[in-house]
Structures are given as C-alpha cells and as structure tokens.
C-alpha cells in the first residue's frame, strides 16, 4: 500500500490554542497536500506544498515537508470551533496518483 | 466552481447485486479517482483514471472494476455485492498536471450491502 499515515489519530484542544498534526509517507512525491472533511462530507483543499518546498503559509495554515524524512506537518494557529473536523494529506507520487493518509480527527473545544 | 456530483448519497443494497456509482464532473478533468474511506484507514484508492478509457488499480481494486467512457463520467461498479463493501465512496476529480493540482471531491455515497 503507498496510503499514508497521521498521528494522532485524534487530537482534542481548547479554542485559541495551535494544533499539530503530522503525516507520514512512504514513495517519493510530486506534492502534498492538506484536505479537510466535515463529518460525512467530501473532502476540502486546504493547501498544497511542493517536493521542492520546504516550508508554506496559507492564512492560519502552515505547512512543512522534509523529503528526507518522507514526512510533513500541518499547523492551525489559533483555533475556532470551526476548525472541528477531520485533516487528511495526500501525496501525489511521479505515476499522478493520489493516496490519503488515514487522517486525524480535530475537535476544538469553544 | 468546479462541481463534482455523485448520483447518490445513499444506497441500500443486497449481497450479490451489481451495484453501479456514478460519478460526473463538469471541469473537463482528466484524472478520476475512486476512494473508499472507513473508519481508522483513512481513504484508500480503488480505481484511478488519468483519461478516457484509461484506467489504474490503486491499493484495493479487487471485487471492483470502472468505467471511463467519457471524460466527465467515472463509473464504479460493484460486480457481486458484499457485506465487506459496505462504506463510504468517494470521487475525485482533477488537472492532469500542471501548478493547480488540487483534487474536488463529489460529496460521497454512503453504500450499505445487506
């Protein structure tokens, strides 16, 4: 299988507070991105970030990737209520497919 | 916006039916994807198509098979329905390359095999 994996599997914070969340991969890659789904819901892009890019920002959204470590990370600063949901990456590999990780479930306590 | 429809939110079938999703975006996409998530393993790749009657097996092709006829339509179909199917489906669309790279999903089909 080339699905990723995410950790933590679920995180819980307080309204205000950054959150974290980490995504592993195992082949080599064109790009990542971040996804969002609302519970029961399609998939959102959030932001995506090349292979030959270290680091991006997109509003309260910032994004790493260390292609040494075939890993990124996702930080969502200051959190809402609104940001509840579920986070997944995805790694587009050199035959243009796409495989997701298994995601990590966000709940921001107001 | 880009629009990606699936023909059903819901779905109630019976073990051993054939069992059709359907998928249409109105982009002029060449790259398709059909996804199956459950819970704790994320979405898993099915099937991918990269252009009209083109198509790839992902990670879990088997009991599975599509149908790329035309460029806005991806079809899944379930040959012989079982318990173990029964999931959320997702369908995906995009740009076959380029700098936007970005996948639109279709809001999902629930399937329930009984």
């Known amino acids: 299988s080339q699905q990723g994996e995410e950790d933590p599997q679920a995180l819980s914070i307080q309204e205000g507070e950054n959150a974290t969340m980490n995504c592993s991969y195992k082949?080599?890659?064109?790009?990542l991105q971040w996804y969002r789904q609302n519970s029961g819901r399609g998939l959102v892009h959030l932001i995506l970030i090349r292979s030959n890019e270290r680091e991006k920002h997109s509003g309260r959204l910032r994004v790493t990737l260390d292609t040494s470590k075939k890993s990124s990370s996702l930080l969502i600063t200051a959190s809402r209520a609104a940001d509840t949901a579920s986070y997944f990456c995805?790694?587009?590999?050199?035959?243009?497919?796409?495989?997701f990780g298994t995601g990590t479930s966000l709940t921001v306590i107001p | 916006d880009v629009k990606v429809t699936q023909s059903s939110r819901y779905l109630v079938k019976r073990t051993g039916e054939k069992v059709f999703l359907e998928c249409v975006q109105d982009m002029d996409h060449e790259n398709m994807f059909w996804y199956r998530q459950d819970p704790g393993l994320g979405l898993r790749l099915i099937y991918f198509s990269y252009d009209v009657k083109m198509k790839e097996k992902g990670d879990i092709p088997e009991g599975y098979s599509v149908s790329r006829e035309k460029k806005e339509r991806f079809s899944l179909i379930l040959e012989s329905a079982s318990t173990n199917q029964t999931s959320m489906y997702l369908c995906?669309?995009?740009?076959?390359?380029?700098?936007?790279?970005?996948?639109?999903f279709g809001q999902g089909t629930r399937l329930t095999v009984v």
């Open positions: 082949t080599s890659i064109n790009n």
């Open positions: 995906a669309s995009r740009v076959h390359s380029g700098g936007r790279a970005e996948a639109f």
């Open positions: 995805a790694t587009e590999n050199t035959g243009n497919q796409f495989y």
